[in-house]
């Protein structure tokens, strides 16, 4: 049964029935729909709470498979990060070690990527970082093609090519496979008898008496030396190889070749003695490039691994105390 509302009115003195006015059904309309929507979005959140789309469903699944194996790709580009700097690294050392020269002048490499960056990088940067390993990928993929076809397709190998190869002493004048036998390296050095800074115009190689010493690539015989003296090179060889280069073996025992002889890369020519102006048994070696000494350890290539190679080249680069 409905309510009849009544209103009193002060011009009858009377109480009268209520009328409807359109200003009432307009709030009654209004408070329905706002009523409706309340229900409805309640009604919403309810199903949307506890059921999920196939859409939800998929991103749910990839949110764990992210969340899985992130870690490993972490790895995975730190890895791919550190050989893309690695080998840009090694380029530009074997460029200088080959052509005796500084490398073309480019940025230094650097890690573009960082651990952080990664961890904290969402669905979108993630991405855009995986690009940027690509594309650096791909740049030294290029380089490295590039490089081939030059060495693989275009350069021909002749017979002077041969004969330079092989003026280039490229081999360690003693026996030294565990690398330490290299004391003192080329340059600014300490002088075993004054004690003060002078440069040192080759490397020592500290070995027993009676080492052999060998010629570290073929060529002639160009200077012997014998002497009694306890300063100077003492007894020394010089051999020298064409294209350039020269070789001296200095503070010698023993003395194996003579004045004018070929030798051949490898050849024993002497022996570890302290002749001259040395303070213990030892071998100093210098190489002569055009000239002038030069850093032997730049030619000690042969034989070495890369790891050998860095590790013979940090013994070189010590300042230390020279025998000589």
Sequence with gaps: MSVVKYQYNPKTFQYE????????IAWYVCGLLFTGLLFSGGMIAVHDSLTESETEKALLVENELLKKHKPVLVQQLAEVEDKLVALEKNDRHLYARLFNAAPPESEPPVNTLSREQVLLADASSFRQLLDVVKTRSESLREKSLEGNNSFGDRIRVTKDHLDMLASVPSIQPISNDQLDLLVSGFGERINPFHKGNYHHPGIDFA??????????????????SRTNLQAGYGNYVEITHGNGFATRYAHLGEISVRKGQAVVKGQVIGTVGSSGGSVAPH???????????????????EGLGSEQYAELLQLGIKKNQSLD
């Design 207 to 224: 070995a027993a008496r009676g080492t052999s010493v060998f010629s570290t690539a073929m060529g002639r015989v160009s200077a012997v």
């Design 283 to 301: 071998l100093h070696y210098e190489v002569i490039r055009d000239g002038e000494a030069v850093d032997p350890v730049h030619y000690l290539i």
């Design 17 to 24: 029935r209520a009328r409807v006015t359109a200003r009432d």
